[in-house]
C-alpha cells in the first residue's frame, strides 16, 4: 500500500442496516394487470442515493462530510469567544506574523508533508473534543477497548478512571510517545484519525476516559501498517508498552478490523479534508503552525518543484485536451465544371 492511497469507498454497515430495514418482503397480487404495476415503476435515476442522504454519518468517507472532531469543537470555542465579550478580557497580544512586501512568513506544512510535532498536537486536540463533548447518554462500551478490563501497564487502575477526562497534555504526551518510539510520519496521524472517527460510526462507539487509550493505540497501529511502507511490527509496541503481550497486540488489531469492516481505504480527498479541518481547528484554538521568513534558498527550491510540477502535467493537458471546429471554420472541397472537349 504505501503512500499511496485509494479512492475505494465502503459504505458503512450503519447504513447497510438502514437500507435494509427498508425493504419489505414482496407480496404478489394477481388483481393488478401488467398496465398497472408498470405505471408505478420508479426509474432508477430518480431513486435517492442513500450514502447522499446519511453523508453526515460517513465523514472518514465521503470527502464531502463534515469531520466530527471540528463539529465538536465548535461548541467550545464560541463559549471561549462568548466568556472573552462578556467580561471584557482582551484575547492577548497578537503574536501572529504577517508577510509584509520586503518579507514573506510560511510554515514548513503542507498536506503532502505535514509538520510532525503540530499535526500530533492538532491530533491530540481533535481527539480532547471527542472525549469531552461525547453523548451525554452514553454509548455501548467494547471490552477490547475496556482499559480495566485490558490495562496497559501493570499498576493498579484507579477506581474512577472512567470518571474524569483526560487533559489536552496527557494525550499529546501519550500520542507522542507512540509516534516517536516508532519513527511514524505526520501523514500517519492525520489517517490515525480517520480511522478513529471511522471506527467510532461504524462500530457506534464513544470515545471516553475508559476507552481511549486503547481506541488511539489500535488506530495508530492500523495507520501504520496501512501507511508506512516498513510497518512496525505488533511485538515492537509491547517494546515501547512494556506491559502489554503480543497476543493482547493481536486481538486489538484482529477486532479493530473488524468493526471497520476491514474498510482501511482513506481516498486522497478525505485525507486533505481532515488536514486542512485540523488546520481550522488549529487556528481557532490559537494553536498556529510555527511560521519562518521565506529564504532566498527556499523561494528558489519552491519555485524548481513548481516548475517541475508544470513541466509534469503539461504533457497530460495536451493529451487530454479535445479540439473541437465550429461549422464557421469547416472548408468543404469545392467543385468546379469540367470543360469537356
Known sequence: MGNTTSCCVSSSPKLRRNAHSRLESYRPDTDLSREDTGCNLQHISDRENIDDLNMEFNPSDHPRASTIFLSKSQTDVREKRKSLFINHHPPGQIARKYSSCSTIFLDDSTVSQPNLKYTIKCVALAIYYHIKNRDPDGRMLLDIFDENLHPLSKSEVPPDYDKHNP?????????RTLFSAAQLTAECAIVTLVYLERLLTYAEI???PANWKRIVLGAILLASKVWDDQAVWNVDYCQILKDITVEDMN?????????LQFNINVPSSV????YFDLRSLAEANNLSFPLEPLSRERAHKLEAISRLCEDKYKDLRRSTRKRSASADNLTLPRWSPAIIS
Open 167 to 175: 487533559e489536552q497534555k496527557q494525550i499529546y504526551r501519550f500520542v
Open 271 to 274: 485525507y486533505a479534508k481532515y
Open 251 to 259: 486481538e486489538l488489531e484482529r477486532q479493530f478490523l473488524e468493526l
Open 206 to 208: 464513544d470515545i471516553c
